[in-house]
């Protein structure tokens, strides 16, 4: 008889399955195995192509094998310092800087070693909870609410420390953020530091989306809170290369203890990232006038889509607003819930899977992000085209243009009909 052994999880592992946004783009790859339409609206997965730059010095650097410092390359962590500095007029050192196999295992090593709640806002990326969850961190969701773009704010922030006063909490902020795209203005940020800064609270700001702001004038909560803030960054979004796994996280220096104490795990789980990737992320950090016209198109081109999918979602009879960046929308179909519930439709797990079914449309439920089941919400992420087509496209449109609905239906014409399903399918 073959060896059974008994099934042991770990209590905080029971429950969880894979990731949302990873399982919805594993089904939507299947359907379309068996021959659906299926437009790919689930996986926030940049659609634009590594730029050439990059992958010349991924070429050039492919041989190098050897195992790299434990918080990264030298040389990387001095070229994050200064885009940080040139970017954001924030100030690092090259030291303050650690590489990791990606934000999100750096995030979770933050989590692993801070003993203290986790707060974020709801809605929130899908797997901060969860992180939490696994190591055995309280967390606390803050509401937000439609009408403040679904934004933390410094109220709701100071209440839930004045609850209990010098409790230690890591508060993750995500701007433009994910799952909306919407971002917080400078008065917003300087009041969520004041309160920051009167409860000593270590702010982990995910600034993974920041360069996709489309007006290119992200601002860091670092400015205002220097001493409690690390930045997270790292290439998967506005680079294009989710698939290279390397994230960095900056510290203040009164913060090196967790650095030091995160980078001590590292060395005894994943060592160092890899040495080529390492070294081509180089030339990305760097810049130059290649990635700054990159930057350009790629947020010229998110721009229009965003544009294009709020006014058919105001047609519609949403009360839906610009995002500020990423490639995300929110959309609260709570003004059309009385139609919906006549289809049978009453909370966002069922609201896209007939979606799915009815429309081909992939898309996420928004109790995905935190928020409660019965809420009409979902996430969209309007990235199944071929970025690089695009690219080449927008460039042959002068600067001064926007990007109209020709342009966008000839290059985006996935997200553009997935758009225009949905609409034809609400009404």
């Given at each position: 008889?073959?060896?059974?052994?008994?099934?042991?999880?770990?209590?905080?592992?029971?429950?969880?399955?894979?990731?949302?946004?990873?399982?919805?783009?594993?089904?939507?790859?299947?359907?379309?195995q068996?021959?659906?339409?299926?437009?790919?609206?689930?996986?926030?997965?940049?659609?634009?192509?590594?730029?050439?730059?990059?992958?010349?010095?991924?070429?050039?650097?492919?041989?190098?094998?050897?195992?790299?410092?434990?918080?990264?390359?030298?040389?990387?962590?001095?070229?994050?310092?200064?885009?940080?500095?040139?970017?954001?007029?924030?100030?690092?050192?090259?030291?303050?800087?650690?590489?990791g196999?990606?934000?999100?295992?750096?995030?979770?090593i933050?989590?692993?070693?801070?003993?203290?709640?986790?707060?974020?806002?709801?809605?929130?990326?899908?797997?901060?909870?969860?992180?939490?969850?696994?190591?055995?961190?309280?967390?606390?969701?803050?509401?937000?609410?439609?009408?403040?773009?679904?934004?933390?704010?410094?109220?709701?922030l100071?209440?839930?420390?004045?609850?209990?006063?010098?409790?230690?909490?890591?508060?993750?902020?995500?701007?433009?953020?994910?799952?909306?795209?919407?971002?917080?203005?400078?008065?917003?940020?300087?009041?969520?530091?004041?309160?920051a800064?009167?409860?000593?609270?270590?702010?982990?700001?995910?600034?993974?989306?920041?360069?996709?702001?489309?007006?290119?004038?992200h601002?860091?909560?670092?400015?205002?809170?220097?001493?409690?803030?690390?930045?997270?960054?790292?290439?998967?979004?506005?680079?294009?290369?989710?698939?290279?796994?390397?994230?960095?996280?900056?510290?203040?220096?009164?913060?090196?203890?967790?650095?030091?104490?995160?980078?001590?795990?590292?060395?005894?789980?994943?060592?160092?990232?890899a040495?080529?990737?390492?070294?081509?992320?180089?030339?990305?950090?760097?810049?130059?006038?290649?990635?700054?016209?990159?930057?350009?198109?790629?947020?010229?081109?998110?721009?229009?889509?965003?544009?294009?999918?709020?006014?058919?979602?105001?047609?519609?009879?949403?009360?839906?607003?610009?995002?500020?960046?990423?490639?995300?929308?929110?959309?609260?179909?709570?003004?059309?819930?009385?139609?919906?519930?006549q289809?049978?439709?009453?909370?966002?797990?069922a609201?896209?899977e007939?979606?799915?079914?009815?429309?081909?449309?992939?898309?996420?439920?928004?109790?995905?992000?935190?928020?409660?089941?019965?809420?009409?919400?979902?996430?969209?992420?309007?990235?199944?085209?071929?970025?690089?087509?695009?690219?080449?496209?927008?460039?042959?449109?002068?600067?001064?243009?926007?990007?109209?609905?020709?342009?966008?239906?000839?290059?985006?014409?996935?997200?553009?009909?997935?758009?225009?399903?949905i609409?034809?399918?609400?009404?």
């Open positions: 008889m073959p060896f059974q052994p008994d099934v042991h999880l770990n209590l905080n592992v029971r429950g969880l399955g894979v990731s949302a946004t990873l399982a919805i783009n594993e089904r939507s790859n299947a359907l379309r068996q021959g659906r339409q299926v437009y790919k609206l689930g996986l926030g997965q940049s659609p634009f192509p590594v730029p050439p730059s990059v992958v010349d010095a991924l070429r050039q650097f492919a041989g190098e094998k050897d195992y790299l410092p434990v918080k990264g390359l030298p040389a990387l962590q001095e070229a994050i310092a200064s885009h940080l500095d040139r970017e954001h007029d924030v100030a690092f050192r090259g030291e303050d800087i650690m590489i196999p990606g934000s999100k295992e750096l995030m979770f933050l989590q692993l070693v801070y003993y203290g709640d986790l707060v974020i806002p709801t809605p929130s990326w899908v797997s901060y909870a969860p992180q939490a969850s696994i190591i055995g961190r309280r967390v606390h969701w803050l509401p937000t609410h439609r009408h403040n773009h679904w934004k933390l704010s410094a109220d709701s100071d209440a839930l420390c004045q609850s209990d006063p010098g409790r230690p909490r890591l508060v993750i902020l995500n701007y433009p953020a994910n799952p909306h795209g919407y971002t917080f203005t400078d008065d917003e940020l300087q009041e969520i530091a004041e309160v800064r009167r409860h000593r609270l270590i702010l982990l700001s995910d600034e993974i989306y920041g360069r996709t702001r489309y007006d290119g004038q601002r860091s909560i670092a400015r205002y809170y220097p001493e409690g803030t690390i930045i997270s960054d790292g290439l998967s979004k506005w680079c294009g290369a989710g698939g290279w796994r390397l994230g960095a996280f900056a510290f203040p220096p009164n913060l090196s203890w967790l650095r030091d104490a995160m980078a001590t795990v590292a060395s005894e789980t994943y060592t160092s990232v040495a080529p990737i390492q070294h081509a992320a180089v030339s990305a950090f760097q810049g130059g006038a290649d990635i700054d016209d990159y930057l350009f198109q790629s947020r010229r081109i998110l721009k229009g889509l965003a544009a294009y999918q709020v006014a058919a979602y105001q047609r519609a009879g949403l009360d839906l607003a610009m995002p500020d960046g990423a490639f995300y929308l929110f959309p609260d179909f709570s003004p059309l819930a009385e139609r919906l519930h289809r049978g439709i009453h909370d966002s797990a609201l896209c007939a979606l799915l079914e009815d429309t081909g449309v992939a898309t996420l439920p928004g109790d995905a992000f935190g928020r409660p089941a019965g809420e009409l919400t979902l996430r969209q992420a309007f990235v199944d085209f071929d970025g690089q087509a695009a690219l080449d496209g927008a460039a042959k449109v002068t600067a001064e243009a926007s990007l109209g609905d020709d342009f966008l239906r000839q290059y985006c014409g996935n997200c553009t009909t997935a758009m225009d399903r609409v034809d399918w609400l009404a």
